[in-house]
């Protein structure tokens, strides 16, 4: 319902933008600062009406008008092509998207959509009339040999998430590999990313990062994971459904260490109605982290960053500790060369004397012809 309310309010500036450009020659579509007041304002006062911002007779245009008012083609800019597009749609804020990302859904045969729906709101907000399919991950292979015939057919096929880049912890993969290996053209619509976004203005190095989106459900396969970035030195980047967070800081905090510092980001292109930014980039350490969410769990996916581990503290792990992983590894069900190539990997010592500590530990389990 707030949600609703929150996209009504901004359609109605929206409207307000596309009224202005019929006074003055459109400059850019991106709203000026003056407009990221009026929604600030407008969010907080959710009674005021609008008819009050817009004082001509023109406020009564309906919302089809936002995406008439996009300017028109120019020369520059050739009619779309037959393909797949892999559009990035929005992360929350709804005006955080492009006017090729416009133009193509306008233009495209048809929208493929994770969640017709959810999508259908953002199409509603730009007047975009194309019809939808459902696409997910859930339905995926059973649609492709349709969306491929139609693609082969000459068609536009936009391909939406239901915010961000398609393909990125999202559906599309798929798609997009079945594309290239029939050489249909497959052409990104670049926008935003959460974890892009939360990675640029985390404060942690950026020079070089990890992004591993979704971790397994299987612990196993999880804690694997985890040890392998626990010893990289890039930044760490994750994706946490709201309900595993309390997991993730529990299992990071013994894996990690409880000093190493973290940034959880949420909502973090929304205009909040909360008082406090600064909620939607919580800094501090894992530690910190781990008792600040065991007893509240936010709201919405977060996209949680971890440091890398510094370079001081990259000293070699104890016997004890390789022993321990190996064993771990092996109770998992990896036979020895597998579990002594995991380790040499996570730990960055190498592979020849994790294989000797591991034939001295666990003997020559399966592993005769592999000692190199
Ligand atoms: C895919 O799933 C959606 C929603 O669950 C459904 O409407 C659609 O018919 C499904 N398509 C196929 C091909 O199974
Ligand atoms: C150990 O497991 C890996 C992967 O499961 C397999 O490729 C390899 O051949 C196995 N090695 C031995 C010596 O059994």
């Not at 006062?45 to 120019?74: A, F, G, N, R, W």
């Not at 804690?223 to 760490?236: G, H, V």
């Not at 010592?349 to 000692?371: H, I, M, N, P």
Request: hydrophobic share 35%.
């Amino acid at each position: 319902m707030l949600l609703i309310r929150r996209l009504t309010l901004m359609a109605n500036s929206a409207a307000t933008t596309a009224l202005s450009w019929r006074c003055s020659p459109p400059t850019s579509f991106i709203s000026t600062p003056t407009e990221l007041t009026y929604l600030k304002s407008l969010s907080l006062h959710p009674k005021l009406p609008y008819l009050s911002l817009c004082s001509t007779s023109h406020s009564q245009t309906p919302l089809e008008d936002v995406s008439d008012s996009i300017p028109q083609q120019s020369s520059k800019r050739g009619p779309i092509t037959p393909g797949l597009y892999l559009v990035a749609t929005p992360i929350g804020n709804l005006e955080d998207i492009t006017l090729r990302a416009l133009r193509v859904l306008k233009s495209a045969n048809v929208i493929l959509s994770e969640d017709t729906r959810h999508s259908g709101k953002l199409l509603q907000y730009y007047s975009i009339k194309t019809p939808l399919l459902s696409y997910h991950k859930f339905n995926e292979s059973q649609r492709e040999q349709t969306v491929l015939k139609r693609l082969k057919q000459g068609e536009i096929v936009a391909l939406i998430s239901d915010a961000g880049t398609p393909g990125i912890s999202d559906p599309g993969m798929e798609l997009a590999k079945l594309c290239v290996d029939e050489s249909i053209p497959v052409v990104p619509i670049p926008g935003p990313s959460a974890f892009v976004a939360a990675l640029s203005a985390s404060g942690l190095a950026t020079d070089e990062f990890t992004f591993v989106g979704f971790l397994p459900k299987h612990a196993g396969s999880r804690k694997e994971r985890l040890m392998l970035s626990a010893n990289e030195m890039k930044t760490q980047i994750f994706y946490v459904p709201p309900h595993k967070l309390c997991q993730f800081l529990e299992e990071t905090s013994s894996l990690f260490g409880t000093s190493r510092r973290c940034v959880i980001a949420r909502e973090i292109t929304k205009i909040h109605e909360e008082k406090i930014p600064s909620n939607q980039f919580w800094r501090g350490t894992l530690g910190e982290a781990k008792e600040a969410f065991s007893t509240h769990q936010p709201k919405g996916e977060i996209t949680l960053l971890v440091e890398g581990k510094p370079i001081c503290m990259v000293e070699p792990p104890s016997e004890d500790q390789l022993e321990n992983d190996l064993r771990e590894l092996i109770s998992n069900g990896h036979n020895l060369s597998t579990a002594v190539k995991l380790v040499a990997e996570g730990t960055s010592v190498r592979r020849k004397t994790v294989y000797s500590l591991a034939l001295r530990k666990f003997g020559k389990l399966g592993a005769e012809d592999d000692s190199n």
